[in-house]
Every structure is written in C-alpha cells, then in structure tokens.
C-alpha cells in the first residue's frame, strides 16, 4: 500500500473520532466554567442517569431517520408508556415484571399504530408523529387526571437509580469501589484484545487495516475514556444499574445496523428506496419494523424514567424528541436519510446531556438553553448540508 493510501486512511480514521474530540473538549470548557463541578463522580453519575433515556430515544430516532423520516410522538410515548405503567404497579397492584411486559407490549402498539399509517397507507412520518404526538399527550393527561402519582416501588427504581453491589476499598485517592476497578481493568484488557483481534482478521482475509499508531491511539483513548469514567464512579456509588443497560442495548443495535442483513436493509431503504425495492427489499416492511421497533424502545425509556423518579408525571418525556433528534444529526445522521450510526447518535446524545448539564451548572436559565441548543441543531444541519453540497460539486 503506498504512502498516499497510508495518509487516506489515516485521515477517514482520525475523522470518525471528531465527534468524540468535540465532546471531550465540551466537557473541559465546561469544566472549567463551571469551576470543576462537572468531573465530579456524583456529577457524571447523574449525567448519566439524567441522559440514559435520551440515548434511548436517539437510538430509536437513528432508524426513522435513516429511512428519511422521523418520529415527533417519541416524548408523549415516553410518557404514555411510563404513566401506563405506574397505574397498574400502583392502582392494580400488578407484579413488576408483568407491568414490564405490558408497557413493552404497549409501546410497540404505537409503533404498530405509527408505522400502518407510514408504511402502507403512505401518510408522511412527520404528519403521523405530529398527530400521535398530541394524541398520546392528551391520553396521559385523561389517565393520570393531570396529576403527578407515586411513590413506586423500590423494585422498579433501582433499574433507573439502583447501583450494582458496592466493595469499598481505602486507597490513597479516597474510598473506591473494587467491583468498579475490577470492571475497569476487564474493559481495558477486553479492548485490546479486540484491536488485536480485527488486525489479524483483516490481515488473514486480506483486507486493508488501519496504521498501527492509528490502531494504538484508538484504544489508547477508548481505554483512558473509560477508565477515567469508572474511577469516577468508584468515588461514588460505583456502576449505576442504567449503565449496564445502556450498554447491553447500545451494543445490540450497533451490531443490528452494522452486521445484520435486516439493519443494512434499514441503510438500503433510506439511501434509495427505488433501488432498495428493485433488490427485492419490501419497503413497507422495513418502514413497518422501524417504527415499532421506535415505540418499543420509547417505552423502554418511559420504565427507565419513572424507575429514576419514582413517580409518573403528565409533563414526562417533555421536549425528549427534541434531544433526540438533535442527537441524531449532531452524530452525524443525515436529513435525507442513509447516513448515521449508532455510535454518533449515541455521542451526539451526550454533547447534548453535557450541554444539558453545564449550563445547568453555570446557572445559565433554562431559556437561553433552549436557545443554546437551538443554535447547536440548525449548527449541525447547515454543515451536513454544507458537506453534501460540497461533495456534489
């Protein structure tokens, strides 16, 4: 491979971590404007928290945008779906897991509901998210009275705000936990591993690899971005419960889009329906599925947010599709569809929680955030937008 080779795949390598660059940077410019309150460990373990149900949602927004669509009810659903569930844990006293079930089963009704209209009587995803919107917001209004319920269960919250098993150790840098560090130097050495393991796949199979620096740094940084996280925790209250989840689902979908057959298919669509249907693709199929598969992983979101406020509210899920969407084109999705990835969507959800929390935390009012990340939106839409006419050209 010739050194032009060389430099070319170095550059398409370095720019698949921008996002990653911008989000560290974000987070020490508000470091230090905040005056160090946004690395401490109760802090990041709120930010999760606060961001694992807008992760969620990004995830879920990721696929309808791929196919050049969108989903405005996803923050009703959240609140649809999380109020439905309260009622029957609080007013039916229905098991947990059963409550679960049916709250699952609940948000892909509404996904069932979204994608019959979409996929196969052809009405415009933004005109039947618009009119779900307003009609599942009213539904939580007629079913919770306008009224905030709860307390609920210790069962129920700890997914949203439990911690896994905590074995504090005293070290020199305080009380840390040893499940936390343990958990850490497994990640660390499963990184690598995994490096090592596509190397030598790529060189068996003879397909190009990245540079070995390129390769170094990239688990250089992963592995101090992790580390760092989970030290942070241990000066905490170690892993959050929400954590796991986040990764377990993050996980799934980056291999559904990637490795799958029915996730490319998702790509295929959206890139060119015409020629995604002359492949002996069903559109109407793929469209359907992607919008159930939406609502299922809004109320998800909707379980996980009244788990971590033990309480359901009508407001719930407020300006949720917003974020949502903002993280999907901040990741780097494009409007007309084909384009993003659920590692972008998934760091763009987190520029935004960051952003979220530091103004929070400058004492910044929460309308100047409103135009904050107004600005960062149309932002992130004009360049992607610049980019595809520049590559026109």
Same mark, same amino acid.
């Given at each position: 491979?010739?050194?032009?080779?060389?430099?070319?795949?170095?550059?398409?390598?370095?720019?698949?971590?921008?996002?990653?660059?911008?989000?560290?940077?974000?987070?020490?410019?508000? +470091?230090?404007?905040?005056?160090?309150?946004?690395?401490?460990?109760?802090?990041?373990?709120?930010?999760?928290?606060?961001?694992?149900?807008?992760?969620?949602?990004?995830?879920?927004?990721?696929?309808?945008?791929?196919?050049?669509?969108?989903?405005?009810?996803?923050?009703?659903?959240?609140?649809?779906?999380?109020?439905?569930?309260?009622?029957?844990? !609080?007013?039916?006293?229905?098991?947990?897991?059963?409550?679960?079930?049916?709250?699952?089963?609940?948000?892909?009704?509404?996904?069932?509901? +979204?994608?019959?209209?979409?996929?196969?009587?052809?009405?415009?995803?933004?005109?039947?998210?618009?009119?779900?919107?307003?009609?599942?917001?009213?539904?939580?209004?007629?079913?919770?009275?306008?009224?905030?319920?709860?307390?609920?269960?210790?069962?129920?919250?700890?997914?949203?705000?439990?911690?896994?098993?905590?074995?504090?150790?005293?070290?020199?840098?305080?009380?840390?936990?040893?499940?936390?560090?343990?958990?850490?130097?497994?990640?660390?050495?499963?990184?690598?591993?995994?490096?090592?393991?596509?190397?030598?796949?790529?060189?068996?199979?003879? !397909?190009?690899?990245?540079?070995?620096?390129? %390769?170094? *740094?990239?688990?250089?940084?992963?592995? *101090?971005?992790?580390?760092?996280?989970?030290?942070?925790?241990?000066?905490?209250?170690?892993?959050?419960?929400?954590?796991?989840?986040?990764?377990?689902?993050?996980?799934?979908?980056?291999?559904?889009?990637?490795?799958?057959?029915?996730?490319?298919? &998702?790509?295929?669509?959206?890139?060119?329906?015409?020629?995604?249907?002359? %492949?002996?693709?069903?559109?109407?199929?793929?469209?359907?599925?992607?919008?159930?598969?939406?609502?299922?992983?809004?109320?998800?979101?909707?379980?996980?947010?009244?788990?971590?406020?033990?309480?359901?509210?009508?407001?719930?899920?407020?300006? *949720?599709?917003?974020?949502?969407?903002?993280?999907? *084109?901040?990741?780097?999705?494009?409007?007309?569809?084909?384009?993003?990835?659920?590692?972008?969507?998934?760091?763009?959800?987190?520029?935004?929680?960051?952003?979220?929390?530091?103004?929070?935390?400058?004492?910044?009012?929460?309308?100047?955030?409103?135009?904050?990340?107004?600005? &960062?939106?149309?932002?992130?839409?004009?360049?992607?937008?610049?980019?595809?006419?520049?590559?026109?050209?």
């Amino acid at each position: 491979m010739s050194n032009i080779d060389l430099k070319g795949k170095a550059k398409t390598g370095i720019q698949q971590y921008t996002l990653i660059i911008a989000l560290l940077v974000l987070v020490v410019m508000f +470091e230090i404007l905040s005056g160090g309150k946004v690395l401490k460990p109760m802090n990041l373990n709120n930010l999760i928290m606060q961001n694992s149900y807008v992760v969620i949602l990004a995830i879920g927004m990721l696929q309808c945008i791929l196919l050049g669509g969108i989903n405005l009810a996803v923050g009703s659903a959240v609140a649809l779906t999380g109020g439905a569930g309260a009622v029957m844990i !609080l007013f039916f006293n229905f098991p947990i897991w059963l409550a679960v079930i049916v709250v699952i089963a609940l948000g892909c009704l509404i996904g069932c509901f +979204e994608g019959s209209f979409i996929a196969y009587i052809g009405v415009p995803a933004f005109i039947v998210t618009l009119a779900d919107m307003l009609i599942l917001r009213g539904l939580v209004l007629v079913m919770l009275k306008a009224q905030t319920i709860g307390p609920l269960p210790e069962s129920l919250t700890v997914i949203g705000a439990g911690h896994i098993p905590t074995i504090k150790i005293a070290t020199q840098f305080g009380s840390l936990d040893l499940i936390t560090i343990i958990t850490a130097i497994a990640v660390s050495v499963f990184l690598v591993a995994l490096e090592i393991f596509h190397r030598k796949k790529n060189i068996k199979t003879g !397909l190009p690899s990245s540079p070995v620096w390129l %390769s170094i *740094f990239r688990v250089l940084i992963f592995m *101090f971005l992790v580390d760092f996280l989970l030290l942070k925790l241990s000066q905490h209250n170690g892993i959050p419960v929400v954590l796991i989840l986040l990764v377990i689902i993050s996980y799934f979908y980056h291999f559904f889009t990637e490795k799958t057959t029915a996730g490319r298919m &998702v790509y295929a669509v959206g890139g060119n329906e015409n020629a995604a249907k002359l %492949s002996g693709i069903s559109i109407r199929k793929v469209k359907f599925f992607v919008y159930v598969n939406c609502g299922m992983l809004s109320a998800l979101a909707g379980l996980i947010l009244i788990a971590r406020n033990a309480s359901a509210t009508p407001s719930a899920g407020d300006s *949720f599709e917003l974020d949502a969407i903002a993280s999907c *084109f901040i990741g780097g999705a494009s409007t007309a569809g084909g384009i993003g990835t659920v590692v972008g969507a998934i760091t763009g959800a987190f520029i935004m929680g960051v952003l979220n929390n530091g103004m929070s935390l400058m004492g910044m009012s929460s309308y100047w955030q409103r135009v904050v990340k107004g600005l &960062v939106l149309l932002g992130a839409v004009t360049l992607d937008l610049y980019n595809k006419r520049r590559v026109a050209r």
